[in-house]
C-alpha cells in the first residue's frame, strides 16, 4: 500500500533531503530505520530541502507491505529507528498513484530571525540581525509575488532549465521576538528562497533599496548573489 508520511527534521546535522553516497542525507536515515523494520522501499520526497535546512512538514511517501496497517504502531516503531533529529508527525494512506513531490499543489517556506543575540542553545535555529525595520521588510517583500523569471535567484549551477517561478503570497511579521519571513509558491529553486532573505535583509540594512530589487526581478541587473545562512530556514507545509 502507498502512504503517505508527515515529519520534521533538524537539518543542522545533515547533508541536505536527499539521499547521497555519503549516507548522512535525511532521506539515507529514513530508508536505514525502514530496513531496521524489514520494510524495502523507495522513498519519494515531496522536495529537497539543501544542507542545514530545517523542516517542520515535510513529506514522503512510499510503499509499505499492507500487514503494517497499525499507522500509530507503525509510527511509533519508526520513531524508534530514528535519530532524535527526525521525527514522523503522521501517516496515511494514500492512492496508488499518489506522487509526494508532482500532486504538490503549494510550498510553505519560512526564514525565521530575531534581533536578540543567539544563544549555543538556538543558533542553529533561527539567525540574528541586529536592527530590523518591520515596515520596510513588509513593503518590499510584496515585490516577490506573481510569476518571475528567478533566473538571478538561483544558485549557479543548479540543473534547472526552467527558472520561471509562481509565487502565491509572502508576509513578514513579528510573532513574540521571532520575525519571520512567509513564501507560498508551486515550488522554488534551489537556495531561492534563502537569496530572495539575503536581498530582503541587504534592503532592511539599506545596502540595497526595492527599485534595486523590482531591477534583478525584470532581469535587467544582477545585483544581489549572496544567499543568506541556512539556519533559519524551515520547509513547513506541503499542500495538495
Not at 555519503?22 to 523507495?42: H, P
Not at 494514500?94 to 530575531?114: E, L, N, P, Q
Amino acid at each position: 500500500m502507498n502512504l503517505k508520511f508527515t515529519l520534521a527534521y533538524d537539518g543542522s546535522l545533515y547533508q541536505g533531503s536527499q539521499k547521497q553516497p555519503n549516507g548522512k542525507t535525511i532521506e539515507d536515515k529514513l530508508l536505514f530505520a525502514f530496513k531496521k523494520i524489514n520494510i524495502e522501499t523507495n522513498i519519494v520526497l515531496s522536495g529537497r530541502t539543501d544542507k542545514e535546512v530545517h523542516a517542520t512538514g515535510q513529506v514522503f511517501n512510499c510503499l509499505v507491505p499492507d500487514f503494517w496497517n497499525d499507522f500509530s504502531k507503525l509510527k511509533e516503531v519508526l520513531n524508534r529507528n530514528l535519530p532524535s533529529s527526525i521525527k514522523i508527525l503522521k501517516i496515511s494512506k494514500v492512492k496508488d498513484d499518489f506522487h509526494s513531490r508532482f500532486h504538490a499543489k503549494k510550498r510553505d517556506y519560512r526564514y525565521i530571525i530575531t534581533s536578540k543575540p543567539t544563544t549555543p542553545f538556538n543558533d542553529k535555529f533561527i539567525t540574528y540581525v541586529e536592527n530590523v525595520d518591520e515596515e520596510l521588510i513588509k513593503k518590499a517583500i510584496k515585490e516577490f509575488i506573481g510569476v518571475y523569471d528567478f533566473k538571478y535567484f538561483h544558485k549557479t549551477g543548479s540543473d534547472k532549465d526552467i527558472t520561471t517561478r509562481e509565487i502565491y503570497n509572502t508576509v513578514f511579521y513579528k510573532y513574540k521576538d521571532i520575525f519571520v519571513f512567509k513564501f507560498t509558491a508551486n515550488s522554488y529553486l534551489r537556495s531561492q528562497i534563502r537569496l530572495m532573505v539575503g536581498f530582503l535583509l541587504a534592503i532592511n540594512d539599506k545596502k540595497l533599496t526595492i527599485e534595486d530589487l523590482k531591477k534583478q526581478l525584470r532581469l535587467e541587473k544582477k545585483i544581489f548573489k549572496m544567499p543568506v545562512i541556512a539556519n533559519g530556514l524551515y520547509l513547513t507545509k506541503i499542500k495538495y
